[in-house]
């Protein structure tokens, strides 16, 4: 069965960094899309950046320049590299593995890691 775990979440002022980890389970990492979310409060869940099994990288406009997406396909292990940190990047975060490698979907996702950053 498909298992992702993010680890990484935490308290943060702003302009600080945080490094987030999801380790995968259960499929080959390898060859499939893998992509981090966030979702705030009162908001839907979001896209912020993509990576497929060839190294394309996706960001969206609130990630691009601040946030590195990386994966270790030896390891199983997808990363986000969060730098300069702001109070409206304060979401919880999820990484999520796509139904193949486009990347235009998505099918199933992690518990999610809490990321909060106050000023």
């Known amino acids: 069965q498909d298992q992702l775990v993010e680890s990484g979440g935490g308290s943060v002022q702003a302009g600080g960094s945080l490094r987030l980890s999801c380790a995968t389970y259960?499929?080959?990492?390898?060859?499939?899309?893998m992509g981090w979310f966030r979702q705030a409060p009162g908001e839907e869940r979001a896209l912020i950046a993509s990576?497929?099994?060839?190294?394309?990288?996706k960001y969206s406009d609130s990630a691009k320049g601040r946030f590195t997406i990386s994966r270790d396909n030896a390891q199983n292990t997808l990363f986000l590299q969060m730098n300069n940190l702001q109070d409206e990047d304060t979401a919880m975060y999820y990484c999520?593995?796509?139904?193949?490698?486009?990347?235009?979907?998505?099918?199933?996702w992690g518990q999610g890691t809490q990321v909060t950053v106050s000023s």
């Open positions: 999520a593995r796509g139904s193949d490698d486009s990347c235009g979907a998505f099918a199933v």
């Open positions: 259960g499929f080959p990492h390898r060859d499939v899309c």
């Open positions: 990576i497929s099994s060839r190294f394309l990288i």
